[in-house]
């Protein structure tokens, strides 16, 4: 085909109904609706998003996100990092002058300051907008006569600055969804209302939120905030109340110490939502935050927004996500539900109740990611998926606020590198018929910390016996297609063998084999850290058979 025949070549426009005909035929027998999933949320995605999705959005949805923003871009706000005040002037001078825009530090007691040092401190925040953190040490304050930015912390007023701090972070580290965190927001800002006033707040406050790698809610729920901030700013009889500054951090939730440059994925994948989603300050953590970052990590994270910067133009427009059915019904779907539970957390007077009703959500929530990643629902690369056997964490793992899905896996990692268990796969029939099932126990085992050992396929129950005594095997799990496993795991039950026996799948016959001795299974669902503790229990009982 010719490049001129190429330009006459029409295609047919497909309708929505054509396309439903299309994919449940791909689809072999299976519904429509498989296709569908439903977030933490509770919202239900779809495969296919048309105009017809939109046709329930308010129409100035679109425009309200973009009237609250002042600028297409963002300023880049990476934290400074040092363990003195000298260390933290030097990493201010360095970043300021390779592209950071804000001086974005947290004041710790152990940070002594000289007059000298906060003489050159000064000087900066003379020339920079500033995001302090001053929790630890309100003090600090004190030296500072006038700042333009935002203060986390402060005590009272301070002239130039915002000091009203509307945290959805902490609801986030909780383990929260894009609901309790929005909820949250709202529920800070009503406090500051009725202390301060609607004017006050508009004039005084600022709002985090952490951005972890759930890449196109995170983008709907920075937008349903600006969409929220106006309809709260309505409730108080504020029709045009002023959009306040959104600072926006990559989130720890995801990231893992175990194969640890991974994180350098999700940081980036947490960064371009901040920036999709209409941040007007984005950090993001170095991709060995949990272990001990270097000069050349720091360097990759803020670097991450520059080249966002530099060599995608999203900073020349106003919510490039805009306009997205999918995103745009996402963004409306958060607001509904966030401004709903909003109202039912405000029937209950007292705050402390209220703060009880969010944590309660988040932990609820937190609790369904942590199953969803044991059962490897949701896939954390190099965790819960591929993990790398000779994985070791060698330094200590930083302490966070967020409650951190990898942290179970990192745990039992450890644990097993303490209590060693000696595990066997025993492969029984045609290589291409048990390789899958081979797979995945061994993808299994290594994700909890175990590196099994492969027997010769098919060995006698004699000779497998000798094979296990010979090489302090601990452990097995016997693999095969389901016709070898049925007919073979009796026959190996009745050798008793010395070493507890699992069986790879799931099978009619279980509750009869584990009668006759079988020890437990391993299977596609499965909760690898159920399965994995009661492993180490093994292990930590073999170890003290080893020690006695």
């Known amino acids: 085909m010719t490049i001129n025949d190429m330009k006459q070549t029409k295609f047919n426009e497909a309708s929505f109904t054509e396309w439903e005909q299309a994919a449940v035929k791909s689809l072999k027998g299976k519904s429509l609706e498989s296709l569908e ?65 804000v001086i974005n530090y947290k004041v710790e007691i152990d940070h002594k300051w000289n007059d000298s040092q906060l003489q050159e401190l000064k000087e900066l925040f003379q020339h920079y907008e500033v995001l302090l953190d001053v929790k630890n040490d309100p003090s600090f304050l004190k030296h500072f006569d006038y700042l333009n930015g935002s203060i986390i912390g402060a005590e009272e007023e301070f002239k130039g600055a915002r000091t009203l701090h509307l945290d959805g972070s902490k609801l986030h580290k909780a383990g929260g969804d894009a609901i309790s965190e929005l909820a949250s927001v709202l529920v800070q800002a009503d406090t500051f209302v009725h202390l301060h006033g609607i004017e006050k707040v508009e004039e005084n406050a600022f709002v985090q939120f952490s951005v972890d790698t759930n890449f196109f809610m995170e983008i709907a729920k920075l937008r349903a905030f600006r969409i929220l901030w106006k309809a709260f700013g309505e409730a108080f009889g504020k029709e045009n109340a002023k959009a306040i500054p959104v600072y926006a951090e990559t989130s720890l939730r995801s990231f893992s110490a175990l194969d640890e440059t991974v994180n350098l994925l999700r940081a980036g994948n947490s960064t371009l939502s901040c920036v999709l989603g209409g941040a007007d300050f984005v950090s993001a953590y170095p991709y060995n935050y949990l272990t001990g970052t270097t000069a050349t990590s720091n360097r990759i994270a803020r670097n991450m927004q520059l080249v966002l910067k530099e060599e995608t133009h999203i900073q020349r427009v106003i919510d490039a996500a805009g306009g997205s059915f999918y995103i745009e019904s996402l963004t409306n779907q958060l607001v509904e539900k966030a401004w709903t539970y909003f109202i039912e957390l405000m029937k209950d007077s007292s705050p402390e109740s209220r703060e009880s009703m969010l944590l309660q959500r988040a932990q609820e929530k937190w609790e369904l990611q942590l199953k969803a990643v044991s059962s490897r629902k949701k896939s954390l690369i190099g965790t819960n998926n591929y993990a790398n056997p000779d994985d070791v964490i060698e330094n200590p793992v930083k302490h966070t606020d967020y409650k951190r899905l990898a942290e179970p896996f990192e745990d039992l990692r450890k644990a097993f590198k303490q209590f060693p268990l000696k595990a066997a796969i025993l492969p029984y029939g045609v290589l291409k018929e048990y390789k899958p099932r081979l797979d995945y126990v061994n993808g299994f085992l290594n994700a909890i910390g175990i590196t099994p050992v492969l027997a010769e396929a098919n060995l006698k129950p004699f000779d497998l016996q000798q094979w296990i005594e010979n090489d302090n095997i601990q452990y097995a799990v016997f693999v095969g297609n389901d016709d070898q496993t049925a007919g073979l795991v009796p026959a190996l039950l009745n050798e008793k063998l010395s070493v507890p026996l699992d069986v790879a799948g799931k099978f009619e016959e279980y509750e009869d084999w584990l009668e006759a001795g079988l020890s437990g299974s391993i299977y596609a669902g499965q909760s690898l850290l159920i399965k994995g503790k009661e492993l180490l229990a093994l292990a930590q009982k073999e170890g003290s058979h080893d020690n006695a």
């Not at 999933?37 to 919202?43: A, F, G, H, P, S």
């Not at 048309?50 to 973009?66: F, G, M, S, Y």
């Not at 600028?71 to 030097?90: D, Y």
């Open 37 to 101: 999933t439903k977030t933490l949320e509770e919202i239900i995605l779809k495969p296919l998003y048309t105009l017809a999705d939109l046709e329930n959005i308010p129409d100035e949805q679109t425009k309200t996100v973009r009237e609250s923003k002042e600028s297409a871009s963002w300023k880049v706000a990476q934290p400074s990092v040092g363990l003195t005040s000298e260390e933290i002037l030097s990493d201010l001078n360095e970043s300021l002058s390779k592209g950071n825009n």
